[in-house]
Protein backbone atom coordinates (compact mmCIF):
# COMPACT_ATOMS: atom_id res chain seq x y z
CA UNK A 1 0.00 0.00 0.00
CA UNK A 2 1.45 3.35 -1.31
CA UNK A 3 1.23 6.39 0.61
CA UNK A 4 -0.41 8.24 -1.90
CA UNK A 5 -3.12 5.93 -2.13
CA UNK A 6 -3.49 6.13 2.34
CA UNK A 7 -4.82 9.69 1.43
CA UNK A 8 -7.53 8.40 -0.51
CA UNK A 9 -10.91 9.38 0.79
CA UNK A 10 -12.99 6.12 1.63
CA UNK A 11 -14.90 7.52 -1.90
CA UNK A 12 -11.97 7.85 -4.03
CA UNK A 13 -10.89 4.35 -2.99
CA UNK A 14 -14.25 2.63 -3.30
CA UNK A 15 -14.64 4.32 -6.49
CA UNK A 16 -11.12 2.98 -7.85
CA UNK A 17 -11.80 -0.27 -6.08
CA UNK A 18 -14.98 -0.37 -8.54
CA UNK A 19 -12.98 0.23 -11.74
CA UNK A 20 -10.77 -2.51 -10.78
CA UNK A 21 -8.19 -1.47 -8.37
CA UNK A 22 -9.01 -4.50 -5.99
CA UNK A 23 -5.57 -4.08 -3.93
CA UNK A 24 -7.03 -0.91 -2.66
CA UNK A 25 -9.96 -2.56 -0.70
CA UNK A 26 -7.10 -2.69 1.79
CA UNK A 27 -7.04 0.75 2.97
CA UNK A 28 -10.83 0.06 3.90
CA UNK A 29 -9.83 -3.05 5.86
CA UNK A 30 -7.24 -0.81 7.92
CA UNK A 31 -9.52 2.24 8.12
CA UNK A 32 -12.24 -0.26 9.91
CA UNK A 33 -10.80 -3.03 11.67
CA UNK A 34 -10.68 -1.31 15.12
CA UNK A 35 -14.44 -0.36 14.62
CA UNK A 36 -16.19 -3.43 13.50
CA UNK A 37 -13.63 -5.16 15.82
CA UNK A 38 -15.77 -3.48 18.51
CA UNK A 39 -19.01 -4.20 17.63
CA UNK A 40 -18.22 -7.39 17.51
CA UNK A 41 -16.70 -7.38 21.25
CA UNK A 42 -19.95 -5.08 22.14
CA UNK A 43 -22.56 -7.84 20.89
CA UNK A 44 -19.99 -9.90 23.63
CA UNK A 45 -18.69 -12.42 20.70
CA UNK A 46 -15.46 -13.68 21.71
CA UNK A 47 -11.94 -12.72 20.41
CA UNK A 48 -12.69 -15.69 17.55
CA UNK A 49 -15.62 -15.21 16.42
CA UNK A 50 -15.51 -11.51 16.18
CA UNK A 51 -12.37 -12.02 13.54
CA UNK A 52 -14.74 -14.32 11.47
CA UNK A 53 -17.64 -12.41 11.73
CA UNK A 54 -15.39 -9.22 10.55
CA UNK A 55 -13.92 -11.39 7.57
CA UNK A 56 -17.52 -12.67 6.58
CA UNK A 57 -18.20 -8.08 7.01
CA UNK A 58 -15.40 -7.26 4.52
CA UNK A 59 -16.09 -9.64 2.21
CA UNK A 60 -19.72 -8.95 2.14
CA UNK A 61 -19.09 -5.09 1.78
CA UNK A 62 -17.06 -6.02 -1.08
CA UNK A 63 -19.44 -7.65 -2.97
CA UNK A 64 -21.43 -4.78 -2.51
CA UNK A 65 -19.42 -2.34 -2.77
CA UNK A 66 -21.43 -0.82 -5.76
CA UNK A 67 -24.55 -0.79 -3.41
CA UNK A 68 -22.88 1.79 -1.39
CA UNK A 69 -24.27 5.06 -2.59
CA UNK A 70 -22.88 7.46 0.12
CA UNK A 71 -26.30 8.83 1.77
CA UNK A 72 -23.55 7.76 5.11
CA UNK A 73 -20.21 7.35 5.95
CA UNK A 74 -18.83 4.62 4.68
CA UNK A 75 -17.89 3.71 8.41
CA UNK A 76 -21.38 3.50 9.42
CA UNK A 77 -22.24 1.53 6.25
CA UNK A 78 -19.92 -1.32 7.28
CA UNK A 79 -20.82 -1.08 10.64
CA UNK A 80 -24.54 -1.61 10.36
CA UNK A 81 -23.34 -4.75 7.97
CA UNK A 82 -21.33 -6.09 10.48
CA UNK A 83 -24.40 -5.81 13.27
CA UNK A 84 -26.49 -7.60 10.61
CA UNK A 85 -23.91 -10.43 10.32
CA UNK A 86 -23.53 -10.50 14.69
CA UNK A 87 -27.94 -10.68 14.77
CA UNK A 88 -27.62 -13.17 11.46
CA UNK A 89 -25.13 -15.54 13.25
CA UNK A 90 -26.94 -15.64 16.81
CA UNK A 91 -30.24 -16.39 15.16
CA UNK A 92 -28.61 -18.96 12.82
CA UNK A 93 -26.84 -21.12 15.51
CA UNK A 94 -29.20 -20.03 18.22
CA UNK A 95 -25.37 -18.51 19.67
CA UNK A 96 -25.26 -17.92 23.67
CA UNK A 97 -24.12 -13.90 24.64
CA UNK A 98 -20.77 -14.77 27.12
CA UNK A 99 -19.38 -12.37 29.02
CA UNK A 100 -15.49 -11.41 27.91
CA UNK A 101 -14.25 -12.38 31.10
CA UNK A 102 -12.38 -15.43 30.89
CA UNK A 103 -9.55 -14.90 28.91
CA UNK A 104 -6.87 -17.56 28.45
CA UNK A 105 -3.36 -16.53 30.14
CA UNK A 106 -1.86 -17.13 26.65
CA UNK A 107 -3.91 -14.02 24.59
CA UNK A 108 -2.95 -11.04 24.24
CA UNK A 109 -4.75 -8.35 26.08
CA UNK A 110 -7.38 -6.25 24.32
CA UNK A 111 -5.00 -3.39 25.12
CA UNK A 112 -2.02 -2.54 26.21
CA UNK A 113 0.60 0.34 26.99
CA UNK A 114 4.18 -0.54 25.61
CA UNK A 115 6.01 1.50 27.96
CA UNK A 116 3.85 0.28 30.77
CA UNK A 117 6.23 -1.63 33.54
CA UNK A 118 5.88 -5.33 34.55
CA UNK A 119 3.04 -4.26 37.58
CA UNK A 120 1.35 -1.63 35.44
CA UNK A 121 0.64 -3.82 32.76
CA UNK A 122 -0.75 -6.53 35.31
CA UNK A 123 -2.84 -3.77 36.25
CA UNK A 124 -4.45 -2.86 33.01
CA UNK A 125 -4.89 -6.51 32.13
CA UNK A 126 -6.88 -6.44 35.07
CA UNK A 127 -8.89 -3.95 34.73
CA UNK A 128 -9.73 -4.77 30.98
CA UNK A 129 -11.78 -7.37 32.44
CA UNK A 130 -13.57 -5.65 35.43
CA UNK A 131 -14.50 -3.23 31.82
CA UNK A 132 -15.21 -6.04 29.46
CA UNK A 133 -17.61 -7.53 32.63
CA UNK A 134 -19.05 -4.11 33.49
CA UNK A 135 -20.09 -4.04 29.72
CA UNK A 136 -20.97 -7.04 29.79
CA UNK A 137 -23.52 -7.03 31.84
CA UNK A 138 -25.28 -3.66 30.45
CA UNK A 139 -28.08 -4.94 28.49
CA UNK A 140 -27.45 -5.07 24.69
CA UNK A 141 -29.47 -2.24 23.17
CA UNK A 142 -27.79 -0.27 25.69
CA UNK A 143 -24.60 -1.43 24.99
CA UNK A 144 -24.64 -1.40 21.36
CA UNK A 145 -25.40 2.31 21.53
CA UNK A 146 -22.80 2.68 24.28
CA UNK A 147 -19.99 0.81 21.86
CA UNK A 148 -20.83 3.10 18.78
CA UNK A 149 -20.86 6.26 20.48
CA UNK A 150 -18.41 6.68 23.33
CA UNK A 151 -15.83 3.30 21.77
CA UNK A 152 -16.26 3.97 17.79
CA UNK A 153 -17.11 7.92 17.80
CA UNK A 154 -20.17 7.81 15.95
CA UNK A 155 -21.91 11.06 16.56
CA UNK A 156 -25.85 10.63 17.15
CA UNK A 157 -27.25 10.65 13.75
CA UNK A 158 -24.60 7.63 12.84
CA UNK A 159 -25.46 5.77 15.60
CA UNK A 160 -29.02 5.78 14.91
CA UNK A 161 -28.80 5.04 11.17
CA UNK A 162 -26.91 2.20 12.37
CA UNK A 163 -29.13 0.33 14.87
CA UNK A 164 -32.66 2.33 13.11
CA UNK A 165 -33.73 4.02 16.25
CA UNK A 166 -34.37 7.58 16.54
CA UNK A 167 -31.46 10.19 17.72
CA UNK A 168 -33.67 11.00 20.68
CA UNK A 169 -33.37 6.93 21.44
CA UNK A 170 -29.92 7.02 20.92
CA UNK A 171 -29.33 9.72 23.88
CA UNK A 172 -31.84 7.87 26.31
CA UNK A 173 -29.91 4.84 25.73
CA UNK A 174 -26.15 6.23 25.95
CA UNK A 175 -27.17 8.21 29.56
CA UNK A 176 -28.71 5.18 30.90
CA UNK A 177 -25.41 2.94 29.62
CA UNK A 178 -23.15 5.30 31.61
CA UNK A 179 -25.76 4.87 34.57
CA UNK A 180 -25.48 1.38 34.60
CA UNK A 181 -21.64 1.17 34.70
CA UNK A 182 -19.59 1.22 37.82
CA UNK A 183 -18.19 4.68 38.33
CA UNK A 184 -15.09 3.89 39.07
CA UNK A 185 -14.41 1.31 35.50
CA UNK A 186 -15.76 4.77 34.01
CA UNK A 187 -12.74 7.09 35.96
CA UNK A 188 -10.18 4.28 35.01
CA UNK A 189 -10.41 4.36 31.55
CA UNK A 190 -11.08 6.35 28.39
CA UNK A 191 -14.09 5.12 26.54
CA UNK A 192 -11.37 4.55 23.73
CA UNK A 193 -9.45 2.40 25.73
CA UNK A 194 -11.88 -0.45 26.20
CA UNK A 195 -11.47 -2.34 23.39
CA UNK A 196 -9.05 -1.54 21.42
CA UNK A 197 -8.31 -3.62 18.88
CA UNK A 198 -4.37 -4.61 18.42
CA UNK A 199 -2.41 -3.66 15.67
CA UNK A 200 -1.02 -6.97 15.33
CA UNK A 201 -4.92 -8.59 14.44
CA UNK A 202 -5.01 -5.86 11.81
CA UNK A 203 -2.12 -7.20 9.50
CA UNK A 204 -4.11 -10.40 9.90
CA UNK A 205 -7.11 -9.38 8.96
CA UNK A 206 -6.16 -7.90 5.64
CA UNK A 207 -4.03 -10.64 4.79
CA UNK A 208 -7.38 -12.98 5.08
CA UNK A 209 -9.86 -10.98 4.01
CA UNK A 210 -7.24 -9.96 0.72
CA UNK A 211 -6.31 -13.61 0.66
CA UNK A 212 -10.26 -14.44 0.20
CA UNK A 213 -10.63 -12.23 -2.35
CA UNK A 214 -7.89 -13.48 -4.58
CA UNK A 215 -8.87 -16.71 -4.49
CA UNK A 216 -12.58 -15.75 -5.44
CA UNK A 217 -11.36 -13.92 -8.89
CA UNK A 218 -9.44 -17.30 -10.03
CA UNK A 219 -12.33 -19.44 -9.46
Known amino acids: MDKISEHYSDEEAIRRILQGETA ?7 RNNSALYKTGRAYNYNHEDTQDLMQDTFLNAYTNLAKFEGRSSFRTWIIKIMLNQCFGRRQKFSFRN ?3 VAVHEKSIPMFSNQNSDAGKTIANRELSY ?6 GHVPEDYRLVFSLREING ?8 ALDIS ?3 VKVR ?8 R ?3 EKSYTAEEIFEFNLVYCDRMV ?5 QLDSSKHQ
Not at 24 to 30: C, Q, S, W, Y
Not at 207 to 211: A, N, Q
Request: proline residues 0%.
Open 130 to 135: VIENAL
Open 174 to 181: LNRAKAML
Open 98 to 100: EIA
Open 183 to 185: KEV
Open 207 to 211: ERVMS
Open 167 to 169: EAN
Open 154 to 161: LNVKETAD
Open 24 to 30: LFELLIR
